[in-house]
T-cell receptor
Framework: TQLLEQSPQFLSIQEGENLTVYCNSS?????LQWYRQEPGEGPVLLVT?????EVKKLKRLTFQFGDARKDSSLHITAAQTGDTGLYLC???????????FGKGTKLTVNP | NAGVMQNPRHLVRRRGQEARLRCSPM?????VYWYRQLPEEGLKFMVY????????ESGMPKERFSAEFPKEGPSILRIQQVVRGDSAAYFC????????????FGNGTRLTVT
């Protein structure tokens, strides 16, 4: 069974701070997606990374895919209260349409 | 351009009843996925369908659960004889060409079995 472990499970920080959340697996994935989910809503795709070592930036968010395509990180610079939410990583494997999701990191950014 | 529409948003059923969850994909999307989310758990894949075909149902329990995506109308996830353990949020997602294209999720149906 493929597993994606996300850490930390919970993170509470002050506005303006930087943070990094992690997504790790013993399995290799052909792609890695990051989603943000707010209470009562469905996940919203933030980014997809497909190449080992790939780095993608989305405004204050930086996503990295590990060289071996087993892990990924999300770094947020100068967090804002609007960044509050559940961040989910999901791995895809070539030849399969299903995504394997981690349990998520629940981020709270306090004013 | 409406997003993925799921209804009902909330559904309460007593043990033994049937639950029907509906999902209308985004316009132009022919690939539909159903995921289940339990409290404090990640989303778990259930089934992947294209129009009129079930492509992968490896994540769906063999008994009591079924899914369809007819030529006309929404995709339906049907749970017969619900039990308390079926209580969860059920999310539908759609994409135009499969998982290598962006998945768009609906806001889910929260099923509570009493």
């Amino acid at each position: 069974t493929q597993l994606l472990e996300q850490s930390p499970q919970f993170l509470s920080i002050q506005e303006g701070e930087n943070l990094t959340v992690y997504c790790n697996s013993s399995s290799v994935f052909s792609s890695l997606q990051w989603y943000r989910q707010e209470p009562g809503e469905g996940p919203v795709l933030l980014v997809t990374v497909v190449t080992g070592g790939e780095v993608k930036k989305l405004k204050r968010l930086t996503f990295q895919f590990g060289d071996a395509r087993k892990d990924s990180s999300l770094h947020i610079t100068a967090a804002q209260t609007g960044d509050t939410g559940l961040y989910l990583c999901a791995g895809g494997q070539g030849g399969s349409e299903k995504l394997v999701f981690g349990k998520g990191t629940k981020l709270t950014v306090n004013p | 351009n409406a997003g993925v529409m799921q209804n009902p948003r909330h559904l309460v059923r007593r043990r033994g009843q049937e639950a029907r969850l509906r999902c209308s994909p985004m316009k132009g999307h022919s690939h539909v996925y159903w995921y289940r989310q339990l409290p404090e758990e990640g989303l778990k894949f259930m089934v992947y369908l294209q129009k009129e075909n079930i492509i992968d149902e490896s994540g769906m329990p063999k008994e009591r659960f079924s899914a369809e995506f007819p030529k006309e109308g929404p995709s339906i996830l049907r749970i017969q004889q619900v039990v308390r353990g079926d209580s969860a949020a059920y999310f539908c997602a759609s994409s135009p060409t499969g998982v290598n294209s962006p998945l768009h999720f609906g806001n889910g149906t929260r099923l509570t079995v009493t």
